[in-house]
């Protein structure tokens, strides 16, 4: 309950900063793996506040290592905003997917140093759209020159964009280089996006 109370503040205000909103209607209604490009704090709590409001669902998100946001304050927002802490499994993973929950990843796995999609350094998307054969929802973010790792504040002067492609589903025999690849193939799709949108 409180999560969803959450939704009717956090994003319509960061709304009021979304300079572009495109491909809403590409949200899927059943379960699936959304998968975004990652330059800013605020892409971890963005994409499950965008579809707690538009489809009144919690989703659980990716999150870093557990040694990277210690501490009761992270801790609890973590779990408020349904982060998962993995460590090299996906255990969690699978077992909130179970439970009918969508997920949601950023291969990149760090924030980029620059305003641009970077290299993947992990295929847990992939392994995730080869085993459950799920939906994938790819989504392009551009919050880089609204909060990126270089500033200590959000610049509210610059705006964010966000496109949503096209659900695809990936088949293919689960194999760490078919996830690998498969991972590459869906940021290429997110990619994409980012090509055709500038903020």
């Not at 880089?144 to 589903?169: C, D, S, V, Y």
Request: charged share 20%; hydrophobic share 45%; proline share 4%.
């Amino acid at each position: 309950m409180v999560y969803f109370i959450t939704k009717r503040i956090f994003w319509p205000l960061i709304r009021l900063f979304v300079k572009e909103l495109s491909g809403l209607e590409n949200l899927p209604d059943k379960k699936c793996l959304y998968v975004f490009n990652h330059q800013s704090y605020l892409d971890g709590f963005l994409v499950p506040m965008m579809i707690a409001w538009h489809k009144n669902k919690k989703i659980y998100t990716f999150a870093t290592t557990r040694e990277t946001f210690s501490g009761a304050i992270w801790s609890a927002l973590f779990n408020h905003f349904g982060a998962i802490r993995i460590g090299g499994s996906l255990d969690k993973a699978f077992e909130k997917f179970n439970q009918g929950y969508s997920l949601a990843i950023a291969p990149e796995g760090q924030r980029s140093f620059f305003d641009r999609i970077e290299e993947v350094h992990h295929s847990g998307a992939g392994v995730i759209a080869l085993k459950t054969q799920c939906p994938i929802v790819p989504i392009y973010i551009h919050t880089f020159t609204f909060w990126n790792r270089f500033q200590l504040f959000i610049n509210f002067k610059r705006n964010i964009t966000i496109r949503i492609g096209k659900p695809k589903i990936y088949t293919a025999k689960l194999t760490k280089a078919n996830a690998m690849k498969t991972t590459r193939q869906i940021m290429k799709e997110v990619a994409k996006l980012e090509r055709t949108s500038n903020a």
